[in-house]
């Protein structure tokens, strides 16, 4: 039973103006609303409990209790936690071995508490998309589009990249390639012509020329790195990014309510999202009106929470790539940095996780934010299968809010007793 009001399509076949040192651990932001409280890592005793609560067989009732309860937990938790956190509102999904458990809204739509958040809201899911961006090339590669190990020079030679920068090594952030998180020019730009963004050629001589490039094989975190891998995609494929991940990526996975934003009129109606990064005053706005997603520079992608978890359920479950291949995306490279969830945080193709795993337990996922809204997509998986994956798309740009309310959905998951009551 799914908990929510639409129809959904399941089981059918950075970001501009905020710093994202490492996108799902601690970089400060400018301009967030408020910092939000540091959680707990997982419990002692969680992976156990996970073997007991996902563990043995059940009757058709007492799954339909578990799931019924589950949903009404998470709905429950994400509104403690957004409280908790000095949130205002969310668009919340849960699966549970594979199978849709909620869709919902909680929250508020604005400051004024007015009208709620809806299951059928749209957000920016920032760099989430990125996930999706490396799926693409990943699938490309399988069909032979694209050598994910050939120079990327040889693809793009007017941009003048050294011959070690590789497609694997801008998915994985290990290329060296700069960024411009860092850059005054940039923050600027966004804060005073936020519906005017940079071309790609702006973004690309803002940091490719005048910036060193790092360390080959070492985690830099590069949204430019992204931007490149994503014209090597459309120049080896002839086509734009959002016909690449329509075709190999959103349909494929039946979720078909994602898309890539290219204008002002593609976010005019996503929910409402509330921050301090645009303007001089420093007072709370409603960003989602005048934030070109031109301003993510390597692809806005938007939609639905539902669509976002079904996606990564579905990569993760093996749906669309072969076996190699999403091996291939899990083999993570050390990030040298502490995290708040991840005891050993890595990164893969286009996926954070942790490198500490037990008995084939991990968590995986991404999380994003920019002007407006903090996005999280994580999945528990056991034993190769993807057992709890929740996203969670927060309208306010409280730092990581969207990743912590998806931990805390998980972490209810496994901590609901066997009943679901």
């Given at each position: 039973?799914?908990?929510?009001?639409?129809?959904?399509?399941?089981?059918?076949?950075n970001d501009?103006?905020?710093r994202?040192?490492?996108?799902?651990?601690v970089?400060?932001?400018?301009?967030?609303?408020?910092?939000?409280?540091?959680?707990?890592?997982?419990?002692?005793?969680?992976?156990?409990?996970?073997?007991?609560?996902?563990?043995?067989?059940?009757?058709?009732g007492?799954?339909?209790?578990?799931?019924?309860?589950?949903?009404?937990?998470?709905?429950a938790l994400?509104?403690?936690?957004?409280?908790?956190?000095?949130?205002l509102?969310a668009?919340?999904?849960?699966?549970?071995?594979?199978?849709?458990?909620?869709a919902?809204?909680?929250?508020?739509?604005?400051?004024?508490?007015?009208?709620?958040?809806r299951?059928?809201?749209?957000?920016?899911?920032?760099s989430?998309?990125k996930?999706f961006?490396a799926?693409?090339?990943?699938?490309?590669?399988?069909?032979?589009?694209?050598d994910?190990?050939a120079?990327?020079?040889?693809?793009?030679?007017?941009?003048?990249?050294?011959?070690?920068v590789?497609?694997?090594?801008?998915?994985?952030?290990?290329?060296?390639?700069?960024?411009?998180?860092?850059?005054?020019d940039y923050?600027?730009?966004?804060r005073h012509?936020?519906?005017?963004?940079w071309?790609?050629?702006?973004?690309?001589?803002?940091?490719?020329?005048?910036?060193?490039?790092?360390?080959?094989?070492?985690f830099?975190?590069?949204?430019?790195?992204?931007?490149?891998?994503?014209?090597?995609?459309?120049?080896?494929?002839?086509?734009?990014?959002?016909?690449?991940?329509?075709?190999?990526?959103?349909?494929?996975?039946?979720a078909?309510g994602?898309?890539?934003?290219?204008?002002?009129?593609?976010?005019?109606?996503?929910?409402?999202?509330?921050?301090?990064?645009l303007?001089?005053?420093?007072?709370?706005?409603?960003?989602?009106?005048?934030?070109?997603?031109?301003?993510?520079?390597?692809?806005?992608?938007?939609?639905?929470?539902?669509d976002?978890?079904?996606?990564?359920?579905?990569?993760?479950?093996?749906?669309?790539?072969g076996?190699?291949?999403?091996?291939?995306m899990?083999?993570?490279?050390?990030?040298?940095r502490?995290?708040?969830?991840?005891?050993?945080?890595?990164?893969?193709?286009?996926?954070?996780?942790?490198?500490?795993?037990s008995?084939?337990?991990?968590?995986?996922?991404?999380?994003?934010?920019?002007?407006?809204?903090?996005?999280?997509?994580?999945c528990?998986?056991?034993d190769?299968?993807?057992r709890?994956?929740?996203?969670?798309l927060?309208?306010?740009?409280?730092?990581?809010?969207?990743?912590?309310?998806?931990?805390?959905?998980?972490?209810?998951?496994v901590a609901?007793?066997?009943?679901?009551?």
């Amino acid at each position: 039973m799914i908990r929510g009001r639409i129809p959904l399509s399941f089981g059918q076949a950075n970001d501009g103006g905020c710093r994202e040192a490492v996108e799902v651990c601690v970089a400060d932001r400018p301009g967030v609303l408020r910092r939000a409280v540091e959680p707990r890592q997982a419990p002692e005793g969680f992976w156990s409990a996970l073997r007991t609560r996902l563990g043995g067989s059940m009757t058709a009732g007492e799954a339909q209790a578990r799931h019924d309860g589950l949903a009404e937990m998470a709905q429950a938790l994400a509104k403690r936690l957004l409280h908790g956190h000095h949130g205002l509102g969310a668009g919340i999904a849960l699966l549970l071995d594979g199978e849709p458990i909620l869709a919902e809204g909680v929250g508020w739509r604005e400051p004024q508490r007015t009208s709620e958040v809806r299951p059928e809201d749209e957000f920016h899911l920032f760099s989430i998309g990125k996930t999706f961006i490396a799926t693409a090339a990943v699938r490309l590669s399988e069909s032979g589009t694209l050598d994910l190990d050939a120079t990327v020079a040889l693809l793009l030679p007017d941009l003048a990249l050294p011959p070690c920068v590789t497609i694997r090594r801008l998915l994985n952030h290990t290329a060296g390639v700069p960024d411009y998180g860092s850059l005054a020019d940039y923050h600027e730009a966004v804060r005073h012509t936020p519906d005017r963004p940079w071309s790609t050629q702006d973004f690309l001589a803002a940091t490719l020329v005048g910036q060193p490039f790092g360390s080959v094989g070492v985690f830099a975190y590069s949204n430019v790195g992204y931007l490149i891998a994503r014209l090597a995609i459309e120049r080896a494929t002839g086509r734009h990014l959002s016909a690449v991940l329509d075709a190999k990526v959103f349909a494929p996975l039946g979720a078909s309510g994602l898309r890539l934003a290219t204008g002002l009129g593609d976010v005019s109606g996503l929910a409402p999202g509330w921050g301090t990064v645009l303007g001089d005053a420093g007072a709370i706005e409603n960003v989602s009106r005048n934030y070109h997603p031109g301003w993510v520079s390597h692809g806005a992608v938007v939609g639905r929470a539902a669509d976002a978890a079904l996606a990564l359920d579905g990569l993760l479950a093996g749906r669309l790539v072969g076996p190699a291949s999403l091996a291939a995306m899990l083999d993570a490279v050390p990030v040298e940095r502490e995290h708040w969830l991840f005891h050993s945080p890595g990164y893969g193709l286009g996926l954070m996780t942790d490198r500490s795993r037990s008995r084939g337990r991990f968590l995986v996922g991404h999380a994003g934010g920019g002007p407006g809204y903090s996005t999280g997509a994580l999945c528990l998986v056991r034993d190769g299968v993807p057992r709890v994956t929740a996203v969670a798309l927060a309208n306010t740009e409280t730092h990581d809010l969207g990743m912590r309310l998806a931990w805390g959905m998980i972490e209810g998951a496994v901590a609901a007793p066997p009943g679901g009551r």
